[in-house]
């Protein structure tokens, strides 16, 4: 505060007010915000000294402005739109622009800037034949997003991704193998990805590819209309009739936080990286467990229902690894959690209030539940059911500088056991490092302690609970809660539910070189359910058919074929 004083006098006196309740609308609120959050990032990189990294981190989000206003006023306001006949074809165009950029790595960064220079800015009167050349780049750009080789130069580009119409018969787009009934549903094969064992599959999307959603936006928060945040209405100003439902039947709530996304993304379209995260953790602390590949509320709250919404789900973890990824990343998150002066209330970690609560389940509601009630001053114990492994004591202890030295490969990583559903029901497409994030965040509080292992109902029952001074008992289990399908012989040989495989999986860590865990499948596999739970079974049940392969060849190499044959019963 006396830091924000001597910067911005006026701005402290705000907060101030904001803190002591003064009322405010939300447009008035998230101003007051966005004024702050640079102020904040600013301390932020004063404490930890990396102004110039942050600087540079600002510079990289910046880099990609030209493609984006190349893509808004060229390919949006002009090649799309562009209807004279076109002689040429698009190699001869393409191999003149070629010449016009001379040689670059990115091409498409070159050829905005390129473009930019035709249509807008100073420079033009100097350049020759204007005129030809813009008609050129526009037949050219045209063509990029008609013809097929053109498409095909200019793939991945974010400058030629368009939003699509939303079919929601067929979000996914599948076809049938030469039309014949029988034969499997299968999506473009441009679009599928190669999977071999379990290492990270999703490397999310390009900085530039963010960016480019950033621009999407509309930034809705000054006129109340982020219903990616607040839920879309069934009428505006009518909040009585609730909120409308898409044609899948969804009821379109938006975050179910409430995150502030459209200030996040005003942000992050300045390359604030750090103010950025802080609005995104001012309702939701916890990031590192949503975002890509975790939830998608938010998109189908946006105000594009009938074409693509706006990414938010891949800007968000973006937003997250921009951080970490600064000097310090780590630290920053972490301090975060525990203090970030945008947040109204629990703005700052409470000391010990002398209640103590127990938490059931340390999946995302108990490990929500166990942030909020130790920054109320609570002591927290969690535990859970399934085994979980304690930090190195260095990470509690020492400051981590590098993200990188948090990070572990997915498929050599140790299974800490922690996060319930996200660490044992997610696979590979979902990064679980950042569920090593959040067990460092909670686990560092002095007002916190985890055991695994203990359930409750089990190793502990209630009255344990309050026989050992417990004041609360929060019962976070949800997920966990396990289920026999009543089908006739579905727990016979060589039948498996999918969530107790792909838990087995996971907990034991089968699919690691390393593990010895003992778990056989044989392909082909038939999975029923088409569901998330049968759609990760599918994958993975896959993967791993190789990696048991891979293992028990290196097995009969290293022992000999004979000690491995020997030691199998009649029915391996
Ligand atoms: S994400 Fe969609 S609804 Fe939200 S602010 Fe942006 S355009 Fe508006």
């Given at each position: 505060l006396?830091w ?7 701005l402290s006196?705000?907060?101030l007010?904001?803190?002591?309740g ?7 609120s998230?101003?007051?915000l ?8 600013r301390?932020?990189a ?12 600002r510079a ?9 206003r190349?893509k ?7 090649a ?5 006949p ?8 393409d191999?003149w622009l ?5 040689a670059?790595?990115d091409?498409e ?7 930019l ?7 033009q ?12 780049l ?6 990029a997003l008609t013809?097929s080789t ?8 974010s ?8 079919d929601h ?5 599948l076809?049938?193998?030469d039309?014949?009934?029988?034969a499997?549903?299968?999506s ?7 999977r071999?064992g379990?290492a990270?599959?999703?490397?999310r ?8 959603e950033?621009a999407y ?10 219903f990616?945040s607040?839920g ?11 909120l409308k ?7 379109l ?5 409430e995150e502030?996304i459209?200030?996040m993304?005003?942000?992050k379209?300045d390359?604030?990286?750090?103010a950025?995260?802080?609005m995104a953790m ?5 990031l590192?467990?949503t ?6 509320d ?5 105000i594009?229902q009938k074409?693509?919404?706006?990414n938010?789900p ?5 937003v997250?690894?921009?951080?970490l990824?600064?000097?310090?990343g780590v630290e920053i998150?972490?301090?975060?959690t525990?203090?970030?002066?945008l947040r109204?209330?629990?703005y700052?970690l409470?000391p ?11 999946g995302?509601a108990?490990f929500?539940m166990?942030?909020?009630l130790?920054m ?6 969690g535990i859970?059911g399934l085994k ?8 509690l202890e020492q ?8 990070k572990e490969?997915?498929?050599e990583?140790i299974l800490?056991?922690?996060g319930?559903?996200?660490?044992y029901?997610i696979?590979v497409?979902?990064d679980?490092n950042?569920?090593k ?8 509080r002095?007002c916190f302690?985890?055991?695994g ?6 190793t502990?029952?209630l ?5 050992l001074?417990?004041d609360h ?7 966990g809660?396990?289920?026999v ?6 727990l ?8 107790d495989?792909?838990m087995?999986?996971?907990l034991t860590?089968a699919?690691?070189a390393?593990s010895?865990a003992?778990?056989q ?5 038939v999975?029923?359910?088409g569901g998330?739970?049968g759609?990760?079974?599918a994958?993975?049940v896959?993967?791993y058919?190789?990696k ?6 290196l ?18």
């Open positions: 006396s924000l004083s001597r910067q911005a006098p006026t006196q705000r907060l007010d904001y803190r002591a003064v009322p405010l609308n939300p447009l008035d998230s101003t007051l966005l004024d702050l959050a640079p102020q904040l990032e301390y932020i004063e404490l930890f000294g990396i102004a110039a990294e942050l600087a540079a981190t990289a989000a910046l880099s990609h402005d030209p493609v984006l190349f808004e006023t060229v390919v949006l306001k002009q799309r739109r562009y209807r004279k076109i002689t040429a074809r698009f190699t001869e165009l191999a070629s010449t016009q950029i001379g670059t790595e091409r960064l070159a050829v905005a800037n390129y473009a220079r035709l249509f807008e800015g100073a420079a009167p100097e350049i020759d034949d204007l005129d030809t050349k813009r008609e050129r526009l037949q050219w750009a045209a063509l013809d053109g498409q095909t130069a200019v793939r991945g580009w400058s030629f991704t368009l939003p699509q119409r939303i018969a067929n979000l996914v787009p076809t049938q193998a039309n014949e009934r029988l499997p549903l299968q473009d094969p441009a679009d599928l990805r190669r071999d379990f990270l599959t999703d490397t999307a390009t900085a530039r590819e963010v960016q480019s950033v936006c509309k930034y809705c928060h000054d006129h109340e209309g982020d990616c607040i879309f209405p069934e009428k505006k100003g009518k909040p009585e009739l609730g439902h898409d044609p899948l039947n969804n009821i709530t938006g975050c179910p936080l502030k459209s200030e993304h005003l942000l379209k390359g604030h990286t750090i950025a995260l802080a001012v309702d939701n602390p916890m590192p467990a975002g890509h590949r975790i939830c998608n938010c998109m189908k709250g946006c594009y074409q693509d919404p706006v938010i891949q800007v968000e973890t973006r997250l690894m921009d951080a990824e600064l000097p310090w998150y972490d301090l975060l525990r203090w970030n002066p109204r209330e629990q700052l409470q010990y209030n002398g209640r103590k609560v127990l938490i059931a389940g340390l995302p108990g929500t166990a942030h909020h130790t109320e001053g609570c002591s927290v114990v859970d979980i492994e304690p930090l190195p004591q260095t990470l400051p981590i500088r590098d993200w990188s030295s948090l490969p997915l498929d990583r800490y056991g922690f319930g559903v996200a660490e029901g696979t497409r979902w679980k950042f569920l994030l959040i067990y460092l965040s909670l686990a560092r002095q302690q985890v055991y292992g203990v359930r409750l109902g089990g502990i029952t009255e344990d609970a309050w026989a001074g417990f008992v929060c019962i976070a289990t949800g997920a809660y396990p289920r399908i009543h089908i006739g012989n579905s016979a040989r060589g039948m498996r539910q999918a969530n495989f792909l087995a999986l996971q860590g699919g690691k390393s010895l003992n778990l499948v044989r392909l082909p596999a999975v029923i359910g998330l739970t759609v990760d079974t994958t993975e896959q993967a058919y190789i048991q392969v891979e293992k028990i060849l097995r009969c190499e290293t022992l000999g074929i004979d000690t491995v044959r020997a030691r199998l019963g009649p029915e391996d």
